[in-house]
């Protein structure tokens, strides 16, 4: 957002801010889509949203002061929600002539043109503007533009426009992604040819399946890595471009295909095919922390469930008008002591809760007395580098 810089009130602050910016904008192009969030209540962005902290409630008004904290005037939702609606109107009410402005207002779109047909865009219930904003690229390369620039500073925005980079054939998707000295053009569409079609459709299903903002990483492992893994095993492209299509179709196929991805993952050496399986072997053979192994099969549903939600309702759907997309406890979420939404994390009761100490030894023949086991007057098992054979548990 624009900083307020040497601005006293909101009516300065459209006048000799933001309108000239877009102005400036328009020196260049046929067609301008100024895209809003929209903040909902009951979402897993308001759970985000009150982790970033509460700001102080300021009325949006032309002739109200600006407040001196700007930042925290943003953190607060209503703050920013009564702000877009305001520069909307400014926007239409005072940019008119040749060239087309749209700007969304709530789940309604204004535009500088009268009647202009805007059945495409409006009304619409998306709640991100990064979905948001794809749709109206859809609007404009149906109405014959074929160079479209997509400015943002969300990474998720350069994913999905990748990915629709692959239904917009014949149009140019360009990204200016980020800000000052950082700012560079990306181009999508360019990027999703050097992809195969399949793997550029499913790119947003992977980025919500490998860490985004509501869906957690996996520990230690970067977009890097798991990309690296994702182009060495391509049996997971069919079943991200599937889910990210039709989440409905999630099975226990599905499942076993991501679960040997996690598990390359986590160790390319490694034989196994199943996370639980993986797991104790690269616990016991390669003596990894708890933090540092694959997770178990029922944290990874519940991980691949919120996945599917972000992935495949949310971002599956950036080109329809009004998506439907169900409950988040359906899938990997719970709300818990007032707190919002919370990720569920997995059926199974926490180590802490069923396990004090965990014992295990190194040796590899024998277990003498110097055996971590034996010194705890505990048995050899099979998380052991034993694995239980030994002679420990012949004398108990």
């Given at each position: 957002?624009?900083?307020?810089?040497?601005?006293?009130?909101f009516?300065e602050?459209?006048?000799?801010?933001?309108?000239?910016?877009?102005?400036?904008?328009?020196?260049?192009?046929?067609?301008?889509?100024?895209?809003?969030?929209?903040?909902?209540?009951?979402?897993?962005?308001?759970?985000?949203?009150?982790i970033?902290?509460?700001?102080?409630?300021r009325?949006?008004?032309?002739?109200?002061?600006?407040?001196?904290?700007?930042?925290?005037?943003?953190?607060?939702?209503?703050?920013?929600?009564?702000?877009?609606?305001?520069?909307?109107?400014?926007?239409?009410?005072?940019?008119?002539?040749?060239?087309?402005?749209?700007?969304?207002?709530?789940?309604?779109?204004?535009?500088s043109?009268?009647?202009?047909?805007?059945s495409?865009?409006?009304?619409?219930?998306?709640?991100e503007a990064?979905?948001?904003?794809?749709?109206?690229?859809?609007?404009?390369?149906?109405?014959?533009?074929?160079?479209?620039?997509?400015?943002?500073?969300?990474?998720?925005?350069?994913?999905?426009?990748?990915?629709?980079?692959?239904?917009?054939?014949?149009?140019e998707?360009?990204?200016?992604?980020?800000?000052?000295?950082?700012?560079?053009?990306?181009?999508?569409?360019?990027?999703?040819?050097?992809?195969?079609?399949?793997?550029?459709?499913?790119?947003?299903?992977?980025?919500?399946?490998t860490?985004?903002?509501?869906?957690?990483?996996?520990?230690?492992?970067?977009?890097?890595?798991?990309?690296?893994?994702?182009?060495?095993?391509?049996?997971?492209?069919?079943?991200?471009?599937?889910?990210?299509?039709?989440?409905?179709?999630?099975?226990?196929?599905?499942?076993?295909?991501?679960?040997?991805?996690?598990?390359?993952?986590?160790?390319?050496?490694?034989?196994?095919?199943?996370?639980?399986?993986?797991?104790?072997?690269?616990?016991?053979?390669?003596?990894?922390?708890?933090?540092?192994?694959?997770?178990?099969?029922?944290?990874?549903?519940?991980?691949?469930?919120?996945?599917?939600?972000?992935?495949?309702?949310?971002?599956?759907?950036?080109?329809?008008?009004?998506?439907?997309?169900?409950?988040?406890n359906?899938?990997?979420w719970?709300?818990?002591?007032g707190?919002?939404?919370?990720?569920?994390?997995?059926?199974?009761?926490?180590?802490?809760?069923?396990?004090?100490?965990?014992?295990?030894?190194?040796?590899?023949?024998?277990?003498?007395?110097?055996?971590?086991?034996?010194?705890?007057?505990?048995?050899?098992?099979?998380?052991?580098?034993c694995?239980?054979?030994?002679e420990?548990?012949?004398?108990?």
């Open positions: 957002m624009l900083k307020p810089i040497g601005i006293k009130t009516q602050y459209a006048d000799h801010i933001f309108l000239p910016f877009i102005k400036a904008k328009l020196r260049n192009v046929t067609r301008i889509d100024i895209v809003w969030d929209v903040y909902l209540e009951d979402s897993l962005n308001s759970t985000t949203r009150e970033r902290g509460r700001g102080i409630r009325r949006v008004a032309p002739p109200n002061a600006i407040p001196s904290k700007w930042q925290e005037f943003l953190r607060l939702a209503d703050n920013k929600t009564e702000l877009f609606e305001f520069l909307a109107h400014q926007v239409v009410e005072n940019l008119y002539g040749d060239k087309d402005i749209f700007t969304t207002c709530g789940q309604n779109v204004l535009c043109r009268v009647h202009t047909d805007i495409s865009l409006a009304p619409c219930t998306h709640e990064v979905t948001r904003m794809l749709l109206h690229a859809l609007d404009s390369a149906n109405k014959g533009h074929r160079r479209i620039m997509l400015r943002t500073v969300d990474t998720d925005a350069v994913v999905l426009a990748v990915s629709t980079a692959v239904c917009l054939a014949d149009t998707i360009w990204v200016a992604f980020g800000t000052g000295k950082h700012l560079r053009y990306i181009p999508a569409h360019d990027i999703a040819k050097e992809l195969d079609y399949e793997k550029a459709r499913a790119l947003p299903m992977f980025h919500a399946f860490g985004c903002d509501t869906v957690s990483s996996f520990a230690g492992r970067g977009k890097k890595t798991a990309f690296d893994i994702w182009k060495s095993f391509d049996e997971d492209t069919p079943v991200f471009s599937s889910l990210l299509t039709d989440p409905s179709t999630f099975n226990d196929d599905c499942m076993s295909v991501l679960e040997a991805y996690v598990v390359l993952l986590y160790d390319r050496t490694c034989t196994e095919t199943t996370v639980d399986s993986a797991r104790k072997n690269t616990f016991t053979t390669k003596d990894r922390s708890m933090d540092n192994i694959p997770p178990t099969k029922a944290a990874l549903l519940q991980h691949t469930k919120r996945a599917i939600y972000q992935g495949g309702y949310v971002w599956g759907q950036a080109l329809v008008r009004c998506p439907v997309i169900p409950s988040p359906t899938h990997g719970q709300k818990s002591g707190q919002g939404w919370q990720p569920f994390w997995t059926l199974l009761p926490e180590a802490v809760a069923s396990c004090s100490e965990l014992v295990k030894c190194g040796c590899k023949k024998g277990c003498p007395r110097q055996c971590k086991c034996v010194r705890a007057a505990l048995k050899c098992t099979s998380l052991c580098h694995n239980g054979n030994c420990n548990n012949e004398i108990n």
